[in-house]
């Protein structure tokens, strides 16, 4: 469960929960679309002044639950707990959020399919070449995102989340800890990086550059944070951070061929 706040339908101003939270129950389990339904009723909205809205099965102790979330084009999230078996609203989480900056109040325009195709791309690769674990859109902090995964043939993995609305990548995560080399015959034309030789990395100064060297970066442009030698599994990796642009970069280098196994990239906090 990510959610444990619990309002009274009477206790909250503006955006006023309805009176139907008291009691909507069905003689019979529902559905997802009718938890959705029970979401907008009980929150007084309809669903054209809705920016997202998504309902998705649980259980809590021992019960099944709906957990619906739902976001205003002005910005004020509800998250419900709605029991299954009858549709009775047994929590609300109620927020009034101001408008995220790069949103500008503007529905999504990017598709989960699009944000897919954006993710493989930043990659070098394309959605044909890859295998998808999980692609979903979410709500973070009032903002509509789709969160993507997938690995390639050798088992490199990929973690990214894409802002809905303009297509920017927030945050994209690359680890090699299960990278396992192709024979020639089985190399994907698309993934370039297969035909780099590998390059032992010395020293502090030598990771710093494979990490700048993976962002596209240079030196000037970054401000560092630690980076240190250590081990992991015997093996002698580097790893450490450096922040560019309001975002925060991590990484893991293994120090006898140079390779960046994991890879983390995060707006700043």
Do not use: C
Not at 29 to 35: C, D, G, M, Y
Not at 61 to 66: C, S, T
Not at 137 to 161: Q, S
């Amino acid at each position: 469960m990510k959610r444990k706040h619990k309002i009274s339908g009477t206790l909250l101003a503006a955006g006023m929960l309805t009176a139907s939270m008291a009691m909507t129950v069905s003689a019979a389990p529902i559905t997802e679309q009718s938890a959705k339904s029970i979401a907008l009723t009980t929150a007084g909205i309809t669903e054209d002044s809705v920016l997202y809205i998504a309902a998705e099965l649980d259980h809590d102790d021992g019960k099944q639950i709906y957990e619906v979330d739902l976001l205003t084009k002005d910005y004020r999230e509800y998250d419900f707990d709605i029991y299954a078996e009858n549709g009775a609203v047994l929590n609300v989480d109620y927020e009034w959020k101001a408008a995220p900056s790069n949103t500008a109040a503007t529905p999504a325009v990017v598709t989960l399919e699009q944000a897919k195709a954006f993710a493989a791309a930043h990659a070098g690769l394309t959605a044909e070449a890859v295998t998808f674990k999980k692609a979903e859109t979410d709500l973070d902090d009032g903002r509509v995102i789709h969160e993507i995964e997938f690995f390639t043939a050798d088992r490199k993995e990929y973690e990214y989340e894409i802002d809905a609305a303009t297509g920017a990548v927030l945050k994209w995560e690359y680890d090699l800890k299960h990278y396992t080399p192709l024979t020639q015959t089985q190399k994907p034309a698309s993934d370039a990086a297969q035909s780099k030789p590998a390059t032992a990395v010395s020293g502090i100064e030598g990771a710093k550059a494979a990490a700048l060297k993976m962002a596209g970066l240079s030196d000037s442009d970054i401000r560092w944070g630690e980076v240190e030698q250590d081990y992991d599994d015997g093996r002698l990796i580097y790893e450490g951070e450096f922040y560019y642009n309001h975002m925060e970069y991590e990484f893991e280098i293994d120090a006898a061929t140079g390779a960046v196994i994991d890879w983390d990239v995060d707006e700043d906090d």
